[in-house]
């Protein structure tokens, strides 16, 4: 067998950390194991394995794999060959190994790897240098247990029985208190000083530390016949492998950093012990003592009944195995006896005892074993299979097997169930009490070893010691009679040896024994005055005196023994003596007592070894002390040590002693060799400082004690502190050697403690009723606390040792009921022992702990493996301590508060740095306990659920996990989290309550929960948005149990205030495609909607509802789902402005959808009564609840694109409103013609002049009513239906279209008739088109008859306007006053009223004066100083059709004011024209204003033939009167083509207002030619006016001017 050490240190991964949670998992001959998994790209795992080899050809197969949800992916893999291993005892630096993507395989067996990855892996593999027994030695240990097998005589067994009974199972390796190489790993430990032990759970595990017992099942159990075959070369081999690999469920496993001993029964441990046992000679007890701890790796753990498990059998056979190891050397006849001390139970049967024939054939080098270890592993073999043959009768003190169950074994605080690989345990309530039960031993009984309990031979001696004790108690023994007395000789006092000063009445002295003292000292001399006497008396001869004494005596232990002899019993039964033995022994010990010290005498050799925390007594704030050892008459002192409070001496000091009532004198001194010391000499018999004392009671010693004694005052005004130490060995003649009086207290203690607790209490512990400041010393009930009280006063046992001695006995059993309360107070009062100096020493505390009689190391331990257990059942508190249990709650308190005491004990008596904070390892635990419930209720998630809610509903194994086919199992995930933490809110928080500023449990259970489950949610939805094989419904609803979840626990949790939580971004994409679906199911729901209302005839959903129900029904599924993402809550405000983009988007596309659909079938409805306006309504309710959904959805706060995208909606629906507004208003234009012709025909027939006068004001006004009335009747009837059906917006619209039509149509058909010539028609139907009033004059042209408005007339329509105004108005229901002012369909017809009553000259004034851009928009026209200077070319004119130059001189008369213009023609430049025939332009100018009827308004040039570019070089003379100024006239210059017998056509039209010259006076004009004269609404309402007065020349002259336009030309 080879021992393989291997240490995966860390690795370095390709690729992005947060991919990376991986683990490691080695495999070698069966055995496989695993670290912990990792995060990051850079784990470091820095674990260590360890496995046995038989096989060398073989190798280590290395593989890193990735968690994953569902399932693990392999990162890569390593094969070492194990040859290449190198061998040694010391870690080293590791080598990088490349991981490879597959493996190689030869024979069904890796051989090696292949296709390198990018990753590495640091890893260092060692064999252990060999080590084993010699040959001798492993022969006679064979020899010596095969002796064992022979003693048994009655037992039959078979292998048939041992067939049937259940397999042995291994106890669980434990590390004892004094082995270096087994313990915990040390992140089990928050704090480790020494070892500390801890079982590991009963199932595989990923999270182990050190798995070295992390090994598969071997898939066949070898039979049980096999085992017993001695013929076999390999049953030493298989007997291992079944008891550590076939059973694994079975056996409690060994520690997680078991060292060499984790997967070979320990055997490799045995060696190393038996190595040592060649040394033949006597050790003394203490020594066998620590040996036979030493040996036990195997603890068992308790059973349910809490009796001890296997491994305290193991121990005992083992214990025997030491006692032997001392008589190894003895005399042969010695021998016999060797195996006396083998409890019955334990021998065994003779049937199978193994001959010599049986024993292994000689090594030839193919067994895995060298010959020694494999004589030694066959014989322990033996002895393990025939231990099952013990009888189970039921007995309570008969160890009962290890259970198989889940409470087998416990489990560490970083330990986590693999619960992929095994169905794991019930939770809570079918868990929680059997595994309390199981551990109701507390720490297992290799921590707190109880030794004593097997040791015979020391139990035998504290019982007679005991007995001693209790018969003549020292708390009843007879007082000293003392009275003051006259020495007559100087004598000295019996207590401090000083001299009895004075003339008379010096001391005191009893009257019974003769024992003299000062009066000062008498209260210290504590010997029974009755056996004191007795000796005197004895040894002076003085029978009859003493014969008295002794019947006194007598008498008194008759009475003690009549009196209390239940003390008597408990001590019996205690030690389990024969009632005829113990009678035996009650007389020995009271003859004993009688005989007292007269033939008593021992030699006693004390060391002094050294001192600490003296007082200083010198200047210099030091001392020099030396000691001086008195016993009886004999006083020796040691050397002085100068200038040290901490002296050590090491001095050895031989006395006899006669009396057992002699006292030991150790008084410690400061040396002075000044003058003051020595006058003090001469006047006294001290001359040095006293340092303190201590008085040791002789009777107190035995055997060899090694003990800190605590220095004491002499007298009040002393100024003492420390201790010393002092090494005592005592040889009682008579007596055999035995171990000190603390040890024989320990003994009784832990003696007592078993019985009360084990055999009498059924494994539970007692709890005794105290009050008062010292309850907390009173460890059992009146009789058994009364037997440990007189032994520890009668040999000098202190009380804080007997408090730790109970401490370590409770250690044993701190899970039963009451018992961390009671160790709670135990320890806080040790601690107070230590930690609380007084005012009178300086001593430390950690000093005064070193000075402690029950070891420092040895408590220190105790308190470490305790500390550790607690962890670890802290860390599995919710199966410890039921929520359901108060009394188990209690004892959690509890059980937090000792951990605390700990930690108090490490600051203030260990006096360590910063130990870990009570507050921050119970948080620990708590986290830790949650990680495991966590992953206990994932992956049990159904059936926990169908037991919780009891469903009787059945899925196959492969669909109880998370799926990506369905979402049912995240729903009952949350539900078994919150039955978590409202258990730990509501239960567990108000017990954990001492850290109320550090530690909330329901908190800290919502945050751990939270964040593992949104690792795992995460994870889950990253799957599930690859595929979406789910409704996205679905995905809503589990996001509404999420974020409830969230808002419930989580959101106010200190360590997330002020972070966004990340889960709405989980659910982003699915929320998203749900408002994708949503928005089809809205249009859908849309066409229904309108469908509905269709058929229904867009009824109004109520009397004050003017709108119908599609509008409503619309709204109402945009609000429901607007409500959904409301109540989503979404906390991240990126992803809620992600959301309302889209829903607004939504929005967007049902509402234009339906307005599309209306608008379409808008016109159809319009001849029916109250339909337009219900769809209007309609339409106007889409803009009013837009803007109520605008609001909901944030208003202001909304995001801006989404804000933006809804605006912009409101626009477009308003413009859809608009638009119907119109279509409504324009389908009663018929009927608004017809009205409007009726009232054109009323007013024609008004006559009479337009003056000012009362009566004609009366005529007009009753002229108006009469013209009104078509047009009144009409709008009636419709305005009070609108008035009622729409709504006011909806009105307000109406009545602007309706007013418009109105407006427009008298202005069309009353005020402006059409053009009468067909010039005239040509030029304002072109001007139509460009001011776009085609509509106004397509009718105006069909009309033949022409009109013109009398003055009265017009004042008729005047107030006709005023009428219906006022009507529109309507008392302000109606169009606003200004709306109706500002109007410009009025203003336009207000203006051509206006125009009708002014002159012709007057007009024409008007239209010159407004109409400034005729031709080229008024641009082009250039000025020179006279024709000559040719200007530049011009600028700002679009394609001239040529261009005229002139020159104008305007005169003004001095006299008269009259201007003349005189305008030469000069040229026309760059015509153009296109002509197949002769071409003859001339130029045609005409002085266009008012005044002109009188006058020459027009010259011609003469025409030129086929000239392009003309000259004429003639001049024309303007007179234009003194009327107006040059401002109200313009010339209009025209080019045109002389045609014969026919019209002239026309080339090109120029205007030049003669204001433009005014200023200059005389100037050349170059003219651009335009094709057509240009107007505004202005120009052509003067045109169509005065197109109707066709009696007036210059009129008809002046339209058909402004009406020319350039002729087509050939061919285009």
């Known amino acids: 067998m080879s021992l393989l050490c291997v240490r995966v240190k860390r690795a370095k991964f390709q690729g992005s950390p947060d991919k990376f949670n991986t683990y490691v998992t080695l495999k070698v001959q069966n055995v496989k194991s695993t670290t912990v998994a990792v995060r990051g790209d850079q784990p470091s795992w820095e674990q260590d394995f360890m496995f046995e080899i038989s096989r060398l050809d073989l190798g280590l197969s290395v593989e890193v794999w990735n968690k994953g949800l569902i399932w693990d992916t392999m990162v890569g893999t390593v094969w070492i060959a194990l040859k290449t291993v190198r061998q040694s005892d010391e870690e080293g630096p590791g080598e990088w190994s490349t991981l490879e ?328 309530s079918d868990l929680a009490m059997s595994l309390v039960q199981s551990r109701k031993a507390g720490i297992t009984s290799a921590m707190a070893t109880r030794t004593s309990l097997k040791d015979e031979e020391l139990k035998s001696h504290v019982y007679k010691k005991t007995l001693q004790a209790l018969i003549y108690p020292i708390s009843c023994t007879t007082p000293h009679n003392f009275e003051v007395w006259t020495a007559t000789t100087p004598t000295y006092c019996y207590e401090c040896e000083g001299l009895l000063w004075g003339i008379a009445r010096q001391g005191m002295r009893c009257s019974e024994c003769g024992v003299k003292c000062h009066e000062k000292c008498q209260d210290l001399l504590n010997a029974d005055c009755l056996q004191r006497a007795a000796e005197k008396s004895s040894k002076h001869g003085a029978e009859d005196r003493t014969q008295n004494i002794i019947m006194a005596m007598k008498d008194r232990m008759k009475i003690r023994e009549r009196n209390k002899p239940e003390i008597f019993e408990v001590i019996r039964d205690v030690f389990t003596v024969s009632k005829v033995a113990h009678v035996q022994q009650m007389k020995t010990v009271k003859q004993s007592v009688l005989d007292g010290t007269s033939k008593w005498s021992a030699k006693i050799t004390i060391t002094v070894v050294c001192a600490q925390g003296l007082q200083a007594k010198d200047k210099t704030g030091s001392s020099d002390p030396y000691v001086t050892v008195q016993v009886g008459k004999t006083k020796k002192r040691t050397k002085t040590i100068f200038g040290n409070l901490n002296p050590v001496w090491e001095e050895k000091f031989h006395f006899e002693c006669h009396n057992s009532s002699d006292r030991i004198k150790v008084r410690v001194w400061d040396e002075d060799d000044d003058i003051k010391s020595r006058v003090k000499q001469r006047l006294k018999r001290e001359s040095d400082d006293f340092l303190g004392q201590t008085i040791i009671e002789v009777r107190t010693l035995s055997g060899e004690m090694d003990v800190w004694y605590n220095l004491e005052k002499r007298t009040d005004k002393s100024a003492v502190s420390g201790a010393i130490r002092l090494q005592i060995s005592v040889e009682i003649k008579g007596e055999e050697k035995v171990a000190p009086y603390h040890v024989q207290y320990t003994c009784l203690h832990e003696n007592l403690f078993h019985y009360l607790t084990d055999i009498q209490g059924s494994g539970g512990v007692l709890i005794p009723e105290a009050r008062g400041d010292d309850a907390w010393k009173v460890y059992f009930d009146e009789t058994a606390q009364e037997i440990v009280d007189e032994f520890a006063m009668r040999y000098g046992i202190e009380s804080i040792y007997q408090a730790m001695t109970h401490f370590a006995c409770l250690s044993s059993k701190y899970m039963c009921p009451g018992v961390p309360a009671v160790m709670s107070t135990l320890l806080a009062n040790i601690n107070a022992y230590y930690a609380h100096t007084t005012a009178s020493t300086n001593v430390s505390a950690s000093d005064r702990f070193a000075a402690s009689n029950f070891g420092k190391e040895r408590f220190v331990k105790l308190l470490d493996q305790l500390h550790n257990s607690l962890r670890i059942d802290l860390s599995t508190y919710r199966n410890n301590f039921p929520a359901g249990s108060p009394e188990r709650l209690q004892d959690l308190k509890s059980t937090v508060d000792l951990l605390t005491s700990i930690t108090f004990f490490r600051m203030k008596v260990q006096e360590l740095q910063s130990p870990p904070r009570a507050s921050q390892v119970v948080k620990d635990c708590v986290k830790a306990c949650l990680n495991s419930t966590y992953e206990y209720i994932f992956n049990n998630c159904h059936d926990l659920y169908s037991r919780q809610y009891q469903l009787k509903q059945e899925l196959p194994p492969e669909e109880q996990g998370p799926s990506i086919r369905n979402l049912d199992f995240w729903p009952k995930l949350i539900t078994l989290i919150v039955s978590i933490i409202e258990e730990d809110k509501n239960s567990y928080t108000l017990v954990l309550n001492q850290f109320p500023q550090e530690l909330n449990v329901g908190k800290v259970s919502a945050e751990v929960m939270w964040q593992l489950f949104a690792q795992d949610m995460k994870y889950a939805l990253e799957e599930h948005e690859k595929d979406r094989l789910c409704k996205s419904a679905d995905y809503m609803n589990l996001h509404f149990k999420v974020k409830w979840l969230h808002n419930e626990y989580v959101r106010d949790l200190p360590a997330l205030q002020g972070q966004v939580p990340e889960y709405p971004v989980w659910f982003e994409q699915f929320v998203l495609q749900w408002l994708d679906e949503n928005e089809d199911v809205s249009l859908e729901f849309l066409r229904g909607a309108l469908e509905r209302d269709k058929k229904d005839g867009f009824q109004q959903t109520s009397e004050h509802a003017l709108f119908s129900c599609s509008v409503v029904d619309v709204f109402t599924q945009l609000n429901q789902s607007f409500e959904i993402i409301r109540k989503l809550e979404c906390p991240d405000p990126n992803i809620l402005a992600h959301y309302m983009r889209r829903f607004a988007k939504t929005i967007g596309k049902v509402l234009m959808q339906y307005a599309n659909i209306l608008s379409k079938s808008f016109p159809d409805y319009c001849t029916k009564e109250k339909m337009p306006c219900i769809l209007m309504n309609n339409m106007q309710q889409l803009r009013v609840q837009l803007e109520k959904m605008f609001e909901a959805m944030g208003g202001k706060e909304l995001d801006p694109e989404a804000a933006d995208s809804l605006k912009e909606l409101q626009v477009k629906l308003n413009t859809v409103l608009d638009e119907l507004s119109m279509v409504f208003g324009n389908s009663f234009q018929v009927r608004i013609d017809e009205c409007v012709r009726q009232m054109a025909d009323i007013l024609g027939q008004v006559r009479g002049p337009g003056n000012a006068s009362p009566n004609a004001r009366a005529s007009v006004a009753q002229d108006a009513d009469s013209v009104l009335r078509p047009l009144m009747d009409f709008l009636d009837g419709n305005l009070t239906l609108f008035a009622t059906v729409c709504e006011k917006t909806v009105l307000k619209r109406v009545l602007k279209e309706l007013w418009r039509v109105v407006m427009n149509t008298m202005e069309r058909m009353i005020v402006l008739p059409p053009l009468t010539d067909q010039t005239g028609t040509q030029l304002i139907f072109t001007a139509a088109k460009e001011l776009s009033h085609l509509s106004k004059l397509k009718d105006h042209m069909v009309r033949e008859e022409t009109r013109s408005l009398t003055p009265k007339q017009c004042e008729v329509l005047d107030l006709a306007l005023d009428t219906i105004k006022q009507y529109f108005h309507a008392g302000g229901n109606g169009l606003k006053k200004t709306f109706l002012e500002k109007s410009s369909d009025l203003q336009s017809l207000r203006y051509a009223l206006s125009l009708y009553t002014q002159t012709t000259d007057t007009l024409i004034k008007t239209f010159v004066r407004s109409q400034t851009a005729q031709v080229h928009d008024g641009k082009g026209i250039r000025f020179t100083a006279n024709e000559d200077i040719r200007p530049e070319k011009g600028s700002g004119v679009d394609d001239p059709v040529g261009e005229v130059s002139i020159q104008v001189d305007l005169f003004t008369h001095p006299g008269t004011g009259e201007h003349k213009v005189t305008v030469k023609v000069v040229a026309a430049n760059d015509l153009k024209w296109q002509t197949a025939g002769m071409f003859r332009p001339f130029v045609e100018v005409t002085m266009v204003g008012p005044h002109q009827s009188e006058k020459k308004r027009k010259f011609t040039t003469k025409s030129k033939s086929n000239n392009w570019a003309p000259k004429y070089n003639e001049t024309f003379h303007f007179l234009l009167g003194n009327e107006e100024g040059p401002e109200a006239y313009e010339l209009q210059i025209c080019v045109k083509d002389y045609c014969f017998a026919r019209e002239d056509r026309v080339l090109g039209l120029a205007v030049m207002p003669l204001r433009d010259v005014a200023a200059k006076g005389s100037c050349a004009c170059w003219c651009p030619l335009g094709r057509k004269i240009h107007m505004d609404e202005t120009g052509m309402t003067i045109l169509r006016i005065l197109s109707q007065r066709s009696n007036d020349e210059v009129a008809r002259e002046f339209v058909k001017l402004k009406s020319e336009s350039r002729s087509m030309e050939e061919g285009s």
């Open 101 to 428: 993507a597959e493996t190689l395989m030869k024979d069904d067996e890796i051989c090696g790897t292949k296709n390198p990855t990018p990753h590495k892996i640091l890893l260092d593999t060692r064999f252990e240098l060999p080590f084993d027994i010699p040959e001798e030695e492993a022969r006679y240990w064979t020899y010596k247990l095969e002796q064992i097998n022979v003693l048994e005589t009655d037992s039959e067994y078979s292998i048939q029985e041992e067939s049937q009974r259940k397999p042995l199972p291994t106890a669980a390796a434990q590390c004892s208190f004094e082995d270096p190489d087994s313990a915990v790993d040390d992140r089990d430990s928050d704090y480790r000083s020494e070892t500390s032990n801890s079982i590991p759970p009963p199932y595989h595990t990923t999270s182990q530390p050190n798995a070295s017992v992390h090994q598969f099942p071997v898939p066949m159990r070898l039979p049980q016949q096999l085992l017993l075959q001695g013929n076999s070369r390999d049953s030493c081999n298989d007997s291992m492998q079944s008891y550590d690999l076939d059973y694994p469920e079975r056996r409690a496993l060994s520690p997680t950093s078991s060292s060499r001993y984790g997967s070979s029964c320990n055997v490799s441990q045995g060696s190393s012990q038996l190595s040592e046992l060649d040394q033949c000679h006597e050790q003394d007890d203490d020594r066998r003592e620590r040996d036979s701890i030493h040996s036990c790796h195997s603890s068992g753990s308790f059973s349910r009944d809490g009796q001890v498990g296997f491994g305290e059998q193991e121990k005992a056979l083992e214990v025997t195995g030491e006692e032997e190891k001392g008589r190894v050397c003895e005399p042969k006849d010695k021998k016999k006896d060797t195996t006396t001390h083998l409890p019955p139970d334990l021998v065994l049967p003779k049937d199978h005892v193994l001959g010599p024939q049986e024993s292994f054939p000689e090594e030839n080098g193919s067994s895995p074993f060298t010959q020694a270890r494999a004589h030694w592993i066959r014989a322990v073999t033996k002895v393990r299979l025939q231990l099952q043959e013990i009888p189970d009768d039921g007995h309570p003190s008969l160890p009962q097997w290890l259970p198989e169950g889940p409470a087998g074994g416990l489990y560490g605080i970083d330990s986590m169930p693999d619960l992929r690989r095994k169905k794991p345990l019930p939770l809570v």
